[in-house]
Nanobody, 125 residues
């Protein structure tokens, strides 16, 4: 059974940092594309960052560029999201998403076959 499990969420003050991790498990599940999305209360789920594993190619949405860094640990089949200089508007549930192939439209949720349950990130002002 294919699974994605997020960890690392929590409460942090504005300006602080958090590191989220997403572990992929399941027989022969080695997704080529893994991304992070987030959903704030009352808002739609939105793309945050993605990585093409094996190519080490990354993509970020403008409002996290320079603050967030996505990286892949292929040996552990995990992807991390290092979040620095956090702002109250970063408060959301963060979801890990993955699919087997490389995709061209990072932000389209329908391109991702697998999703985690989400981890809450709360940034206080």
């Amino acid at each position: 059974q294919v699974q994605l499990e997020e960890s690392g969420g929590g409460l942090v003050q504005a300006g602080g940092s958090l590191k989220l991790s997403c572990a992929a498990s399941g027989r022969t599940f080695t997704p080529a594309t893994m991304s992070w999305f987030r959903q704030a209360p009352g808002k739609e789920r939105e793309f945050v960052a993605g990585i093409r594993r094996g190519m080490n190619s990354t993509y970020y949405v403008d409002f996290v560029q320079g603050r967030f860094t996505i990286s892949s640990d292929d040996a552990r089949n995990m992807v991390d999201l290092q979040m620095n200089s956090l702002k109250p508007e970063d408060t959301a549930i963060y979801y890990c998403a993955a699919t087997y192939g490389y995709i061209s439209t990072w932000s389209s949720m329908q391109n991702y076959a697998y999703w985690g349950q989400g981890t809450q990130v709360t940034v206080s002002s």
